[in-house]
């Protein structure tokens, strides 16, 4: 197993933790229709387990979203590799990123390895810190963090090649359009009881959408909490 450095190595966990059982992961997103061997490969080495309490160790490689505290949850691997295929198939090449609800900071470290740089939003101070504490762990650098309300994007980084959400708002904030690339993709869900995932792709004259099926994330809230 090729490492992208010797962190990674050194956190590539045991037994219900163990590469096998990361494998075994990739596999079953194999047959749930990933096919992109970036973001395989990249699933493959990032260890899940690194980004939840000790508690749920043992279940860091099921395919569902689990609690994170402070009433969120990390994604489910199937969903963060579909979001991320989503933003590859783009003929723009992914140099920056934003991604809005840090949370964990599982989807953070698979942006980090396939991008050049990440730009990540979180409202709750307390996790954007601990995340950012666990990506330093793996030694990932080119990721910067803010605390802020991601309805408004990142203003000051934009424009950008790729956003994703993992929080999901009512409506889609025209503001996160504004601060797409032309060329660019935007993947986030939207709905409050009933949630899609959908996929927007920027060109000069007008936003193509793709509904990309049925999802569960957690709602877009407003503000911070610090
Ligand atoms: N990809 C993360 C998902 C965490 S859940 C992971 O796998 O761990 C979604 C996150 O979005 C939560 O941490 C939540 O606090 C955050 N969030 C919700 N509304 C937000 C907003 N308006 N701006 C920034 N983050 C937001």
């Given at each position: 197993?090729?490492?992208?450095?010797?962190?990674?190595?050194?956190?590539?966990?045991?037994?219900?933790?163990s590469?096998?059982?990361?494998?075994?992961?990739?596999?079953?997103?194999?047959?749930?229709?990933?096919?992109?061997?970036?973001?395989?490969?990249?699933m493959?080495?990032?260890?899940?387990?690194?980004?939840?309490?000790?508690?749920?160790?043992?279940?860091?490689?099921?395919?569902t979203?689990?609690?994170?505290g402070?009433?969120?949850?990390?994604?489910?691997?199937?969903?963060?590799?579909?979001?991320?295929q989503?933003?590859?198939?783009?003929?723009?090449?992914?140099?920056?990123?934003?991604?809005?609800?840090?949370?964990?900071?599982y989807?953070?470290?698979?942006?980090?390895?396939?991008?050049?740089?990440?730009?990540?939003?979180?409202?709750?101070?307390?996790?954007?810190?601990?995340?950012?504490?666990?990506?330093?762990?793996?030694?990932?650098?080119?990721?910067?963090?803010?605390?802020?309300?991601?309805?408004?994007?990142?203003?000051?980084?934009?424009?950008?090649?790729?956003?994703?959400?993992?929080?999901?708002?009512?409506?889609?904030?025209?503001?996160?359009?504004?601060?797409?690339?032309?060329?660019?993709?935007?993947?986030?869900?939207?709905?409050?009881?009933?949630?899609l995932?959908?996929?927007?792709?920027?060109?000069?004259?007008?936003?193509?959408?793709?509904?990309?099926?049925e999802?569960?994330?957690?709602?877009?809230?407003?503000?911070?909490?610090?």
């Amino acid at each position: 197993m090729q490492y992208p450095n010797p962190a990674f190595e050194a956190y590539q966990g045991l037994g219900m933790t163990s590469q096998r059982t990361r494998n075994r992961l990739v596999e079953r997103l194999i047959e749930k229709g990933i096919n992109d061997d970036r973001v395989l490969d990249t699933m493959r080495i990032v260890p899940r387990h690194l980004f939840l309490d000790e508690a749920m160790s043992s279940r860091s490689y099921e395919d569902t979203a689990l609690p994170i505290g402070y009433g969120q949850t990390i994604s489910q691997p199937w969903v963060v590799a579909k979001m991320t295929q989503w933003l590859l198939e783009s003929s723009t090449p992914i140099k920056k990123v934003l991604e809005i609800g840090t949370g964990s900071g599982y989807q953070t470290a698979i942006l980090s390895l396939l991008a050049d740089k990440v730009y990540s939003v979180e409202r709750i101070q307390a996790l954007s810190e601990r995340a950012e504490i666990t990506l330093s762990k793996l030694e990932l650098e080119n990721i910067q963090f803010s605390l802020s309300d991601g309805h408004w994007g990142w203003p000051d980084k934009a424009p950008f090649d790729a956003i994703i959400s993992a929080a999901s708002p009512a409506e889609l904030p025209q503001e996160l359009i504004n601060q797409l690339r032309v060329g660019g993709r935007l993947v986030m869900p939207i709905g409050e009881s009933r949630q899609l995932l959908y996929g927007f792709e920027k060109t000069p004259s007008k936003v193509i959408e793709t509904c990309l099926g049925e999802v569960m994330f957690v709602p877009m809230k407003s503000g911070v909490e610090a």
